[in-house]
């Protein structure tokens, strides 16, 4: 089992930014693919970003240039930088990872709240 922890969310103004952690543990060596998903009151759930093992990233259209994914492998956390924030980033904001078990594990949320 992959356990994980969120922290960072909280109230910016608009243009500011915020960095989103989520620290792993347990069996983290089965990790393969670490991703951030939101979702605001009334709206689907959207995968914000995904980093996989080798790296490799993707980014959903309305973050594109302003948020970025990243890993500290030495500390077992992803990252995501959220700069340039919008009302419309409020959400809450959730990690979770896939695991070469074929498992899922999520965090429980964290939220972000931009005001304009």
């Known amino acids: 089992q992959v356990h994980l922890v969120e922290s960072g969310g909280g109230l910016v103004q608009a243009g500011g930014s915020l960095r989103l952690s989520c620290a792993a543990s347990?069996?983290?060596?089965?990790?393969?693919?670490m991703r951030w998903f939101r979702q605001a009151p009334g709206k689907q759930g959207e995968l914000v970003a995904r980093i996989t093992s080798s790296g490799s990233t993707y980014y959903a259209e309305s973050v594109k240039g302003r948020f970025t994914i990243s890993v500290n492998n030495a500390k077992n956390t992803v990252y995501l930088q959220m700069n340039s924030l919008k009302p419309e980033d409020t959400a809450v904001y959730s990690c979770?990872?896939?695991?070469?078990?074929?498992?899922?594990?999520w965090g429980q949320g964290t939220q972000v709240t931009v005001s304009s």
């Open positions: 979770a990872v896939s695991t070469t078990t074929g498992y899922d594990y």
């Open positions: 347990g069996s983290i060596f089965s990790i393969n693919a």
